[in-house]
């Protein structure tokens, strides 16, 4: 009777240390699904790219607002993710930038694109843009057929940019560091013509008043960008966006920037990067 005891005895313990290192294995898991991936715990850092006014007003650290800050500030605050420090850089390069880790997200009015996801992920919209075809009072070009053979500027790496390539028989296009830039360098009548976001141009409008712009409905939505494997973050800001959509909160800094209220496609708009 002992060997059978004996040999019952190692088969429990053996079958039961096979099931703790089961669940320990089913444990780490587990927490790595969902899990929110900070660069520093308690901290997000942001990407930015500045000015782009309405969106980004000002310089990170102080004295840094616009719509996009104010967005997302308060997509952190109801997701617990802690302060949210914005960093300052190229926009040709803050998707690689992102992705490769030097940021936990972009936030600089990034239109979500199939391209740009072949980098990136994206969080569900929070702003529809359209582009601006930007010209001087009294110009001669009135759409983008009379763009044949002129020379048009853009910010550098932008959809504005792929536009003019892509839908126009532009001459020349030049891009800019930044998009006050291309709009600076139409004003000295170094361009022809600009093509770039529509509140962009239109805060160049109230600022200068030399200008005059018709739309181009291109219809893009704006998302947050992340790395592919930060699922985790990316999920807690859409929860955070869909509360802000529901509470009005968007609602009302739409109002704050743009003067009207947010299309369906931003307040019933979801993304799925898959």
């Not at 002992?2 to 089913?26: D, K, Q, V, Y």
């Not at 998009?179 to 009548?189: C, V």
Request: proline content about 6%; charged content about 25%.
């Amino acid at each position: 009777m002992s060997r059978p005891r004996t040999w019952l005895a190692l088969a429990f313990a053996f079958t039961l240390a096979t099931a703790l290192i089961a669940a320990g294995c089913g444990g780490d898991d587990d927490e790595g699904d969902g899990q929110v991936n900070l660069i520093k715990k308690g901290q997000v850092l942001a990407g930015t790219d500045t000015p782009f006014p309405p969106f980004e007003i000002g310089q990170p650290p102080d004295n840094f607002t616009g719509y996009d800050p104010d967005v997302f500030n308060e997509v952190a605050k109801k997701a617990g993710l802690g302060d949210v420090t914005y960093q300052d850089t190229s926009f040709d390069t803050i998707f690689r930038d992102t992705a490769q880790g030097k940021f936990d997200v972009a936030v600089a009015a990034s239109t979500i694109t199939e391209g740009r996801e072949r980098t990136v992920d994206f969080s569900d919209p929070y702003y529809r843009a359209n582009q601006a075809l930007t010209v001087p009072k009294g110009s001669d070009i009135k759409t983008t057929d009379d763009l044949g053979g002129k020379t048009v500027g853009a910010q550098d790496a932008t959809t504005g940019e792929t536009y003019v390539k892509d839908e126009t028989d532009a001459g020349e296009v030049r891009g800019y560091p930044e998009g006050p830039d291309a709009l600076n360098a139409l004003r000295a009548g170094q361009v022809d013509a600009v093509v770039i976001d529509e509140p962009v141009a239109e805060n160049a409008i109230k600022k200068f008043g030399d200008l005059e712009i018709t739309q181009i409905p291109t219809g893009e939505l704006y998302g947050f960008a992340f790395a592919q494997d930060n699922d985790g973050l990316r999920e807690e800001v859409n929860k955070a966006l869909a509360e802000m959509k529901d509470d009005g909160t968007i609602a009302k800094l739409y109002e704050q920037y743009f003067k009207v209220e947010p299309p369906s496609e931003v307040i019933d708009g979801t993304h799925d990067p898959s």
